[in-house]
T-cell receptor, first 112, second 113 residues
Framework: DQQVKQNSPSLSVQEGRISILNCDYTNSMFDYFLWYKKYPAEGPTFLISISSIKDKNEDGRFTVFLNKSAKHLSLHIVPSQPGDSAVYFCAAVTSGTYKYIFGTGTRLKVLA | NAGVTQTPKFQVLKTGQSMTLQCAQDMNHNSMYWYRQDPGMGLRLIYYSASEGTTDKGEVPNGYNVSRLNKREFSLRLESAAPSQTSVYFC????????????FGQGTRLTVV
């Protein structure tokens, strides 16, 4: 049973436009959410996170939105750059459990 | 500051062979994790260690064992490798306190033939 789902395996966006990556979760106990970026042959690197007490967190070109009632979060990248081309994973954890659960990933391709 | 270091980077095993994947972190982190990444399956948690001296099963623990040797090191052992364990394995660690980001190693690409 997949507790964290990323239903879009891939996404292509023109350079300079907005990229929107989506993530759904089923466990209502999750209270902290993270996004990671992964380049080929490298480990995932942390991008941005959000606590369940917030509905938005922004860091430069990256913004994460959380809709708790819908159990949905999204990552917005504006403007998208070719260097953003990577696989993006969302992850979720319940405080105190230390059990970080990841989604299946979305491959983003930013076209120059 | 190396972060999270995994060895080896690549390994080919024959079915039935055993091996241990090594992981060490130098960030004084309390918690450590082993994930596997497979096409279309994302990153799946195999085992984790919330603190030194404790280990717990993750989503896909069957066929694996772990040892938290000390605060720095967390190893993953395959006792009798199977082709289904062909994957890329990632070790990660998190610092103290709730809700911190995980730092990942570069991965070990394991092929079982």
């Amino acid at each position: 049973d997949q507790q964290v789902k990323q239903n879009s395996p891939s996404l292509s966006v023109q350079e300079g436009r907005i990229s929107i990556l989506n993530c759904d979760y089923t466990n209502s106990m999750f209270d902290y959410f993270l996004w990671y970026k992964k380049y080929p042959a490298e480990g995932p690197t942390f991008l941005i996170s959000i606590s369940s007490i917030k509905d938005k967190n922004e860091d430069g070109r990256f913004t994460v939105f959380l809709n708790k009632s819908a159990k949905h979060l999204s990552l917005h990248i504006v403007p998208s750059q070719p260097g953003d081309s990577a696989v993006y994973f969302c992850a979720a954890v319940t405080s105190g459990t230390y059990k970080y659960i990841f989604g299946t990933g979305t491959r983003l391709k930013v076209l120059a | 500051n190396a972060g999270v270091t995994q060895t080896p980077k690549f390994q080919v095993l024959k079915t039935g062979q055993s091996m241990t994947l090594q992981c060490a972190q130098d960030m004084n982190h309390n918690s450590m994790y082993w994930y596997r990444q497979d096409p279309g399956m994302g990153l799946r948690l195999i085992y984790y260690s919330a603190s030194e001296g404790t280990t717990d099963k993750g989503e896909v623990p069957n066929g694996y064992n772990v040892s938290r040797l000390n605060k720095r090191e967390f190893s993953l052992r395959l006792e009798s490798a199977a082709p289904s364990q062909t994957s890329v394995y990632f070790c990660a660690s998190t610092g103290q306190g709730a809700n911190t980001e995980a730092f990942f190693g570069q991965g070990t690409r394991l092929t079982v033939v």
